[in-house]
């Protein structure tokens, strides 16, 4: 293969708090820049980048192009046609309008399809719109999960040959915190209880907070567990509803979890709680086994698919099965055990350097199909 010059928008990677789009996109691209290719690589940014985010390299440009409206659909695509590279490449379902050249995009899920009320109007009818368009004008697609590819075959009419399923990886330096005392600060820090339940992701209607909460009331009543509390770990999202929590005693909303205090904040888990509604991946499932921490997720979207048999599954809109799962999972030491032992190999099996590579073979193949 040629040396290809490959076009990033890297500008998801410089977010302060990132969330599952910002952390593919960091993960990704940094995985790529360390294979050894004879490729040329552009990253456009938005915003300045820290000096060690990515290497600097003479194979490596960063082009910073601050803007404050409409930064894809302006200074990027101006800066694709001045530039002109073999390829293009953005990590997320957001291509310029207007651009020459091959692309290749990523689109992570199809949430707004199946749970429209669960966005702002505006903010569903864009995705859709953006989504519709950008799958149509990429050259190929990749999608996180086999679900995904699924549906964007089914709703949008793609040929399924132009989809690459590449799944993404989990942060290999998670490993499980054993030492007492970095628990105790974590817990400290974050003013959470010597034991307790561990959601961790956006709080928005589609991760289904408000069944979650009851689940946990539910299960805390009938087993007086009173000294175990729910920590719900994430920013608050688009139609986020304080009702979800109004009442129930042991709820704990610590925000955004500094990036260092995420391994110990699973390790002091008893269980991560993931029964969502619908998920394009659903990275703490694999966060969370890394961590060595039980999961129970849901039996729907992407989820079986990520977690194999590694973890309990629930029917997500079923209060009664998240709280019966709650109580297998707390009190069945043996199932314990071996969901933690089969979520180590689970999560072993999912690498940033084995999706580097489909990714970059994904780039190729654009670039011959426009040569």
Not at 9 to 38: F, H, K, V
Not at 142 to 166: C, F, G, Q, R, W
Not at 219 to 240: C, D, E, I
């Amino acid at each position: 293969m040629r040396p290809l010059i490959i076009a990033l928008d890297a500008s998801r990677t410089t977010s302060a708090q990132r969330t599952g789009t910002e952390n593919y996109a960091l993960q990704l691209i940094r995985a790529m820049l360390a294979l050894d290719t004879p490729h040329r690589w552009i990253l456009y940014f938005r915003t300045p980048p820290p000096a060690d985010l990515f290497p600097a390299t003479p194979a490596v440009k960063q082009r910073v192009i601050p803007w404050p409206r409409l930064w894809t659909h302006t200074r990027f695509a101006a800066a694709l046609w001045r530039t002109r590279p073999d390829v293009t490449f953005v990590p997320s379902h957001v291509l310029p309008v207007w651009f020459p050249g091959p692309a290749v995009v990523t689109v992570h899920d199809l949430g707004y399809v199946y749970f429209p009320d669960a966005h702002p109007n505006l903010a569903r009818r864009y995705l859709d719109w953006s989504t519709r368009r950008n799958v149509r004008r990429a050259t190929r697609i990749l999608a996180d999960s086999l679900a995904t590819a699924n549906d964007i075959a089914a709703h949008y009419h793609v040929p399924e040959n132009k989809i690459t399923l590449v799944y993404p990886g989990v942060n290999e330096s998670l490993a499980p915190v054993r030492d007492p005392a970095a628990l105790a600060a974590v817990r400290a820090r974050y003013g959470l209880p010597q034991k307790y339940l561990l959601f961790v992701g956006t709080l928005q209607p589609r991760k289904n907070i408000a069944r979650i909460v009851e689940a946990y009331a539910r299960w805390r009543a009938a087993q007086g567990q009173t000294n175990v509390g729910l920590v719900l770990a994430g920013p608050r999202g688009w139609l986020y509803d304080p009702r979800w929590t109004e009442g129930v005693e042991g709820v704990i909303m610590p925000g955004y979890i500094d990036e260092s205090d995420v391994a110990a904040l699973y390790s002091g888990a008893l269980a991560l709680l993931f029964p969502t509604l619908h998920e394009g991946f659903g990275f703490p499932v694999l966060e969370a086994m890394r961590c060595g921490t039980p999961v129970i997720a849901s039996t729907v979207s992407s989820l079986p698919e990520v977690a194999g048999p590694a973890a309990l599954l629930v029917n997500p809109r079923d209060v009664g099965a998240i709280a019966a799962g709650i109580e297998r999972i707390v009190s069945d030491d043996a199932l314990r055990a071996d969901l933690i032992a089969k979520g180590f190999e689970q999560a072993a099996r999912f690498t940033w350097r084995r999706a580097a590579e489909q990714t970059i073979e994904a780039l190729q193949m654009a670039a011959r199909s426009a040569s």
